[in-house]
């Protein structure tokens, strides 16, 4: 059974599968600064939601570390994606701003009066944030989150095979 | 005063620490600089007047950093033993240049090193330090950031792998109704069949051929919807996360499925890190057989259940080892003992076996394009060695090997084609059954083929063919109208923008070096106009170095990839699973 927690009166909780595919209002997607698609979940956004994404952000240009911006998903499941520019690569400070890059995210998100917003593990991967920390930071982070104000009902933790999952799942039941 | 150090160089540093074992550490500190491995590199050979290609130099470069920090030698007398740090992150792009660029990891210069040194194992072991840092090859990058999040190393989502099977089983089926076609998730089969992604993105001839091979058999198999991928990148970058991350999604796939044993098709990096490194990796018991498809195959023909007739491979074929499947896994003897049984002229070429050169291409170097130049020059051994062998066809049991092969083969402009065991052995099958014909009582004679038997198959499509060779456009469109697609030229780039434009075609061929625009201008062009980006390209090009386009990407890759020379077969089957997918998709 899926991992799944009540926080205040928001429900968070664990999902396994392709977060580009999800059946959710919005999904984050771990953005570059010059918030070009690329490979990765970027070709799958390409793909799947269709070439106005890619143009959408192109107005935006650069953003800073940390930040995070909203386009629409084109023709993809979701409406909205929110594009946040997370530390990578080991980079200094690396904790505090991959905390503030999920702050940053949340608060795109109830800006745009989202209500249900699925996070992939924050850095963890190809950008080479150990997971464990990934673990630690993006649910911790995402609970203290919660435990304000907030408009959001439904919040996912999304996670790509067993190995992500495991791990997440360990680090979730020590929230409860 | 201490110099001071960039951020990622210590990291880079500290890291190093880290990842020393016996194996690495032994290797760091037998060279002797006897000079051995010198000649056994295909980069020396083929610049013999650059000394910054030898193994040994290269094997410095990452030594001398080992020495400044980890070798009380060169913590006393850095300046004695050559003891050098990095600081900057100039240094480590360096060191990139080196790792990356400049070696394939074939592991040549590892055997015939008397010293045993391997410095395959450390420049991997370089190359996944960097990676951890973010230094690494574009297209390094961008294939990593595929197989992380979309589980294989080109990006094919999850709905044109299930489509293009459903489609290529239509395809079987159309030829033999009674085929099983290819079977997708079944539990409990004997033989679950993973694959290269290049298979189904580029050249899914190999997954229907390997489907009528295990049918003919009549073997329980099947293929998984998810999970599939047997290659592994983390092999090529060094990132050990990444190549325990994904060995762990096949075989946990296989479990799940419960499938009796994994069958690997042919590709070297795939089943090394598969079959011999992914379990050490994942830090994963293994509790099902993992084999070649070339194992399978032998086994097949050995125990009466499929039928060959290797006259049907009349061309003469040498062989070429994939570094991979020789050097590190001793996979030699089984492709000679297959390609013997299914063809009649095989010429060995010299040396060979783990004495073979490197393609150049080989386990994922095809992806950076930075280093395309080099690599084709380095090629030069490779090419002389397979002129020498006189033979038109060289078979091989590797995907990137195929790839690399194309490319050198064009470059060198040898009159030969590559091709692989699986295609010879299809190509050979002695099938008993009678073909059955559909219940519409359409009389299809035996001897046709599947391309003339559906001599209409492109009805209804428009097809724009671009292409600044009027012999190749007229070559492209005959075959498609003999299909009955509807035909549009264009003969330069600007042309082809502007009939894109205006007729909005199915599907567009495209050639790269037209005047003009050139085919990457046209095709990012397309790509990011709002009306023009659906529309599915298929690159035919015989320019190796705009692999770039596949690798290296800014926009959504093309849908189809073929290098010319193009064979009439090859056109269709590609051009119809292109347009099929864009259906399934509603595009």
């Known amino acids: 059974m899926a991992a799944s927690v009540k926080v205040k009166n928001c429900n968070l909780r664990l999902q396994k599968g392709d977060i580009t595919d999800l059946d959710i209002e919005a999904f984050v997607y771990y953005a570059r600064e010059d918030l070009a698609l690329g490979s990765g979940f970027g070709t799958a956004i390409a793909v799947r939601g269709g070439p106005t994404i890619q143009k959408e952000l192109n107005e935006f240009g650069i953003i800073k570390m940390t930040e995070a911006v909203v386009s629409a998903a084109g023709e993809m499941k979701a409406k909205y994606i929110i594009h946040a520019n997370g530390p990578k690569f080991q980079e200094e400070d690396l904790p505090e701003k991959l905390k503030q890059t999920i702050l940053n995210s949340l608060a795109k998100a109830e800006e745009k009066g989202i209500k249900a917003i699925a996070f992939p593990p924050m850095g963890a991967g190809f950008y080479g944030v150990p997971l464990d920390q990934s673990a630690e930071i993006t649910l911790n982070t995402i609970k203290e989150y919660l435990s304000g104000e907030t408009n959001l009902d439904d919040v996912v933790v999304c996670l790509n095979d067993n190995r992500e999952y495991i791990l997440f799942d360990k680090k979730f039941s020590s929230l409860k | ?587």
């Not at chain 2, 550490?25 to 037998?30: I, T």
């Not at chain 2, 990132?239 to 499938?259: P, S, T």
């Not at chain 2, 001897?447 to 600044?468: F, H, M, N, R, S």
């Open chain 2, 1 to 587: 005063m201490a110099k001071e150090r960039s951020h990622k160089a210590q990291i880079v540093i500290d890291r190093l620490g880290k990842k020393l074992n016996r194996q690495i550490v032994g290797s760091l500190v037998a060279c002797v600089h006897c000079g051995n491995c010198t000649d056994a590199c295909h980069y020396v050979l083929a610049n013999p007047g650059d000394p910054t290609y030898a193994p040994a130099y290269k094997a410095d470069k990452i030594r001398s950093i080992f020495k400044r920090h980890y070798d009380w030698t060169g913590r006393i007398f850095p300046w004695w033993v050559h003891a050098k740090s990095l600081h900057t992150d100039e240094d480590l792009e360096e060191l990139k240049d080196i790792v990356f660029g400049k070696c394939t990891n074939c592991r040549r210069c590892t055997i015939n090193c008397p010293m045993g040194v391997d410095l395959a194992t450390f420049n991997r072991m370089a190359r996944g330090l960097l990676v951890s840092v973010g230094v690494m090859p574009e297209g390094v990058a961008v294939v990593s950031k595929d197989q992380w999040e979309i589980g294989n190393q080109m990006g094919v989502l999850k709905e044109d792998y299930v489509d293009t099977l459903e489609w290529l089983t239509e395809e079987m089926q159309m030829e033999y109704p009674k085929s099983p076609g290819i079977p997708i998730d079944t539990v409990g089969a004997d033989v679950v069949y993973s694959i290269n992604p290049r298979e189904v993105k580029y050249d899914p001839r190999t997954i229907s051929d390997a489907a009528m091979i295990f049918n003919e058999a009549g073997e329980n198999w099947t293929m998984p919807a998810e999970d599939w991928d047997m290659t592994n990148f983390g092999l090529f970058s060094g990132d050990d996360d990444l190549g325990g991350g994904v060995a762990r999604r096949l075989y946990e796939k296989v479990v799940e499925l419960k499938g009796k044993k994994l069958v690997i098709s042919e590709c070297g990096h795939g089943y090394r890190s598969t079959r011999c490194e992914g379990p050490n990796w994942a830090q994963h018991d293994v509790s099902f057989p993992m084999e070649s498809s070339v194992i399978t195959m032998i086994n097949y023909i050995k125990e009466g259940k499929i039928k060959v007739d290797k006259s049907k491979n009349t061309e003469k074929m040498t062989f070429h080892d994939s570094c991979n499947n020789a050097r590190s896994c001793g996979l030699t003897e089984e492709p000679r003992e297959l390609l013997n049984l299914v063809c009649e002229n095989f010429q060995e070429m010299y040396p060979n076996r783990t004495e073979n050169y490197c393609c150049t291409g080989g386990g994922g170097a095809m992806s950076m394009s930075e280093y395309t130049p080099q690599r084709l020059i380095s090629a030069k051994v490779k090419a002389d060695q397979l002129k020498a062998t006189g033979a038109s066809v060289v078979v091989t049991s590797c995907h990137n090997c195929v790839d690399g092969l194309a490319d050198l083969i064009k470059h060198y402009k040898l009159d030969m084609k590559v091709t692989q065991l699986v295609n010879l052995v299809a190509n050979a099958l002695v099938i008993d059954k009678p073909i059955e014909v559909p219940t519409e009582e359409v009389s299809i004679p035996a001897a046709v083929t599947p391309v003339v038997a559906e001599a209409a198959c492109l009805q209804g499509y428009k097809i724009l063919v671009a292409d600044d060779e009027p012999d190749f456009v007229t070559f492209v469109s005959t075959v498609l109208e003999d299909n009955g697609a509807e035909i549009i030229k264009a003969y330069d780039g600007n042309q082809a923008l502007e009939l894109a434009r205006k007729e909005k075609p199915d599907l567009m061929t495209l050639d790269i070096t037209m005047p003009g625009k050139s085919g990457i201008e046209v095709f990012e062009i397309l790509r990011s106009d709002d009306e023009l980006a659906d529309i599915p390209v298929c690159i035919m090009t015989g320019k190796p170095e705009l692999r770039k386009l596949i690798y290296d990407r800014a926009v959504k890759p093309p849908e189809g990839y073929v290098d010319k020379p193009i064979d009439e077969e090859s056109i269709i089957l590609n051009i119809r699973r292109i347009l099929e997918l864009a259906k399934s998709k509603g595009k």
